[in-house]
């Protein structure tokens, strides 16, 4: 009799852990689980090199391009630069000089859809 207790406390336990598990769990939908497999980089970080006054820069601003990069998990420095041409961009010790666009510079990152 004391074994039969044993196991029916042993399963209600067992089952409680398990609904505490799936219910502090957090759930993933669908569209969740896309955008982070279409988001998935190679390269995790980059340096922005900017001047506030170059015009390329500007454009780089309006376009928010530099924020849509941080969205896809990649860490970005920004760094002013006193020197040198701008817009310009080191990517795993590869310097890119000159106006890219977000999918340019997400090509260059490796974040290419997974699919």
Request: glycine letters at 6%.
């Amino acid at each position: 009799m004391k074994k039969l207790h044993l196991l029916i406390l042993g399963i209600v336990v067992f089952g409680g852990l398990i609904l505490l598990t799936v219910y502090y769990l957090p759930v993933k939908t669908d569209t969740e689980l896309e955008v982070r497999q279409e988001l998935q980089c190679e390269i995790g970080e980059m340096t922005y090199y900017y001047r506030p006054e170059c015009s390329w820069c500007q454009r780089i601003d309006r376009e928010d391009t530099i924020d849509k990069i941080e969205e896809l998990g990649v860490d970005v420095r920004k760094a002013y630069s006193r020197a040198g041409s701008v817009p310009r961009f080191l990517i795993d010790n590869e310097t890119y000089v000159g106006y890219r666009t977000f999918e340019q510079l997400k090509e260059l990152l490796g974040c290419l859809k997974t699919k």
